[in-house]
């Protein structure tokens, strides 16, 4: 593992395409897009590569690497014809500007680049008590103030279900119990088997930090 500083010029074209990214996304969706698990994690990525502060790049690639690499293989997937979960038919979608399509490629290529941040950083193993109380904020969050699915007609880029407090579909909320008991169990399962599981296995992977990484 190096220590290095991290090059200025992925900062800079990093920073960049995030500068692209968030007023597209205002406009184009609204502030509470932000709310989202990975949009949360490119913003603070943006804070860690110039603070080249560990924990915020741990505790981002704790929160979204598993469920991005599900997004990942369903795009590799549905390029081949056989979509697993759907949940990236929107990126081949006509009707959707090919540039938008180019900014959400972020949810591929993320994952990778905090991996490879944490690598040059170091994995710090308070990620996971950081990561865990946000998750739960953004959660709890959207539940009582974003709208459940489907999106208005009068509105269909309106952000809804965000962060899947509602159900797996973003076409109708899920009956299968009372939606607070489905809100409870994305408290309790999120944590127990996404970001304690990851946790451990980068932990094991990645060295610690070195002093000046974040490991004050």
């Known amino acids: 593992m190096s220590h290095q500083t991290i090059p200025l010029w992925i900062k800079l074209a990093y920073t960049g395409f995030v500068m692209i990214l968030v007023p597209y996304y205002l406009h184009a969706y609204g502030p509470t897009n932000f709310l989202y698990f990975c949009d949360v994690a490119l913003l603070l990525t943006t804070v860690a590569l110039w603070s080249e502060n560990s924990l915020l790049a741990s505790a981002s690639i704790v929160g979204i690497l598993l469920p991005q690499l599900l ?8 390029l081949t014809g056989h979509s697993l979960t759907g949940m990236t038919a929107y990126m081949f979608n006509p ?7 180019f900014l959400s ?9 905090l991996l490879w941040l944490v690598g040059r950083l170091g994995y710090d193993q ?3 008590k ?3 109380p946000l ?5 709890i969050v959207s539940y009582l103030f974003l709208p459940p699915p489907p999106a208005p007609a009068d509105n269909p880029a309106l ?4 962060n899947y407090v509602f159900g797996p579909s973003d076409a109708q909320p899920q009956e299968w119990m009372p939606p607070l008991l489905y809100l409870t169990l994305l ?16 932990a094991k992977v990645f060295p610690p930090p070195s002093a000046g990484h974040g490991n004050q």
């Open 95 to 101: 009707v959707i500007p090919l540039f938008t399509r």
């Open 71 to 78: 997004w990942m293989v369903d795009f590799i997937g549905a």
């Open 105 to 113: 490629f972020f949810h591929f290529w993320l994952p990778l680049f």
């Open 130 to 132: 950081l990561w865990t």
């Open 126 to 128: 308070r990620a996971f």
């Open 187 to 202: 408290l309790t399962l999120l944590p127990t088997l996404i970001f304690w599981p990851t946790h451990r296995v980068l």
């Open 159 to 162: 952000p809804v279900n965000v």
């Open 135 to 139: 998750a739960w904020l953004l959660l």
